[in-house]
Nanobody, 125 residues
Framework: EVQLVESGGGAVQAGGSLRLSCAASGFTFEDYAIAWFRKAPGKAREGISCFRSLDGTRYSAESVKGRFTTYRENAKNTAYLQMNNLKPEDTAVYYC??????????????????WGQGIQVTVSS
């Protein structure tokens, strides 16, 4: 059974940091690009960050560039989203996904093969 389980969300003040974790099982983790999406109330789901181990390619949306980074520990089947300098507009449900394509496609909402259940991040001003 394929599983992606996010953890590490919660509430933080603006300017703070959080690290989301994504524990994967049931598939060959290192073969997949890990992309993070988020869904804020009233907004479309947005692919924000991606890292593909196979070729080292990355993607960061303009909204998070320089603040959020995806990294992974393939030996632990775990990926992370490090989020720094958080802003109130980063408040959303965050999803970990796994996709068998490169990052510039993996961040499109229809692309992922697998999705986590999502985790809430709330940033207060």
């Amino acid at each position: 059974e394929v599983q992606l389980v996010e953890s590490g969300g919660g509430a933080v003040q603006a300017g703070g940091s959080l690290r989301l974790s994504c524990a994967a099982s049931g598939f060959t983790f290192e073969d997949y690009a890990i992309a993070w999406f988020r869904k804020a109330p009233g907004k479309a789901r947005e692919g924000i960050s991606c890292f593909r181990s196979l070729d080292g390619t990355r993607y960061s949306a303009e909204s998070v560039k320089g603040r959020f980074t995806t990294y992974r520990e393939n030996a632990k089947n775990t990926a992370y989203l490090q989020m720094n300098n958080l802003k109130p507009e980063d408040t959303a449900v965050y999803y970990c996904t796994a996709t068998l394509v490169q990052c510039d496609i993996a961040i499109l909402p229809g692309a992922p093969n697998y999705w986590g259940q999502g985790i809430q991040v709330t940033v207060s001003s």
